[in-house]
């Protein structure tokens, strides 16, 4: 199962709209768009989990398409880096 990362999506972005791009690419196994605490508008990205060769077409597929005016950047999500912390 791969995690891809989706950038650049408009505010007013719903999960049914981009689980139907996903879509066409394979099954989707999970979404989650970031929303504003307090305006409920999509902050301009999400995460979708599909199988790994399905998010793989799906990358290929849709980083760079156009939605509403805004080109989408797709791509697999990058592990977590060890952040700075204390100096020893």
């Known amino acids: 199962m791969k995690t891809v990362c989706i950038g650049n999506l408009p505010s007013d972005a719903t999960e049914q709209e981009v689980t139907d791009l996903?879509?066409?690419?394979?099954?989707v196994h999970g979404l989650r768009l970031t929303r504003d605490v307090f305006s409920g508008l999509c902050r301009g990205f999400?995460?979708?989990?599909?199988?790994?060769?399905?998010?793989?077409?799906?990358?290929g597929g849709l980083n760079g398409l156009e939605l509403r005016g805004r080109r989408l950047k797709v791509s697999e999500e990058r592990p977590p880096t060890a952040r700075g912390g204390r100096r020893r």
């Open 22 to 27: 996903f879509a066409a690419y394979g099954r």
């Open 46 to 59: 999400g995460f979708v989990k599909m199988e790994g060769h399905e998010a793989r077409a799906a990358i």
